[in-house]
């Protein structure tokens, strides 16, 4: 999807055949890591709190996306516009549910609210319905059609413009969003620990250090949609004022990353020590003599010694 603009007269189809076996496996990565972690959530009924239930429906947009983007060579007809409709429509949905995640943390954390899961429906409704919007606006200026693996193609610039509008900005809106909002949760835990060592509250001061740790990881979260897609930003506004002139490489990286958007989703947000230690302990049920062998007394649940648990999923347990 994300490379369907950028193919043109100007790619020879030995490159296009490249670019179509790197869009395949790259989305087979991200289809396999977003469907391991909805298979955890169905599985261990532990992991079904509303923190995670937004980790598992961000998981559920990665694997669709990812599995629309590898169908491949929709010829035309009802296939085509399936295609082209249900990849950007679960593209969308996977960077709004990251706002999500963000919004939740922050009201959780910075806010104090214990609110959250009263907002499920409306997390629902800006997700899916804004997704839906986006999708149906951009069909105005497009011109589908069968190219290399990809189905959705914009022909002139007016299409190229609906296409920056409808996927693009909205990208980087939630990227800035998600920057802000985890700036404003690790800056309030950094004063909260100043706040402890001044009080000499070594209890406290240890918890915080503990918030902080899982929480620093949290503050790269943003890097994840701005590496997938800061490639395909570029080749989307150089399309745009040199459309007669493809650069293969940029597209390479466009394709590569973006495809790759769903593992990166699926280990940052979903491979926590709670997913962690659902999996050992089932592991340990089921050979516990082997897991014994593998992970000796002192490492099995080394992760979950060292690493403190997300605030949100704390501050649910209280």
Known sequence: MAASVALGATL??????????VNSGASSLSLA???????CYLLFKELRKFSFKLVFYLALSDMLCSFFSIIGDPFKGFFCYAQGYSTHFFCVASFLWTTTIAFTLHRTVVKHKTDVEDLEAMFHLYVWGTSLVMTVMRSFGNDHRHLGAWCWTQTGRAGKAVHFVTFYMPLWGAILYNGFTYFQVIRMLNNATRMAVGMSSQTFVSDTRDNMRALNRWGYYPLILIGSWAFGTINRIHDFFEPN?????LTFLDVGT??????????????????RRAICERLDKIWPERLSRWLPNNLKYKNLQQESELVLFKTEDQ
Not at 33 to 39: A, D, P, Q, R
Not at 258 to 275: H, P, R
Request: hydrophobic residues 50%.
């Open 12 to 21: 020879t189809a030995h490159d296009r055949r490249i670019l179509t076996a």
């Open 33 to 39: 890591g977003s469907s391991f972690i909805v298979l």
């Open 245 to 249: 002139h493809r650069i293969f490489w």
């Open 258 to 275: 973006a495809a790759l958007m769903g593992l990166f989703n699926s280990i940052a947000y979903g491979l926590n020590s709670s997913v």
